[in-house]
């Protein structure tokens, strides 16, 4: 189901909240409200996690732009 799928296309997170797509590290994550965000590393993840909740909703604006660009266009 749609519910287990990664957020971002399994994009890193924090990435998305910064209109870029990286390439995420599925061993860093987090569950939030039930959906799944992977980060690109344990460094990312560190910074991301000062303002998930800020940090999902900058992303969630911005995967409408970046969603069918390739990551080397952004």
Do not use: H
């Not at 994550?29 to 910074?47: A, E, H, P, Q, T």
């Amino acid at each position: 189901p749609e519910k287990y799928l990664p957020a971002y296309g399994g994009y890193c997170a924090y990435g998305a909240s910064i209109g870029k797509k990286f390439t995420a590290d599925p061993d860093v994550y987090d569950v939030v409200d039930g959906k799944l965000y992977f980060n690109l590393d344990s460094k990312i993840r560190g910074l991301w996690s000062k303002d998930i909740n800020g940090y999902i909703k900058q992303a969630n604006a911005n995967w409408k732009a970046i969603e069918k660009k390739k990551p080397s266009d952004l």
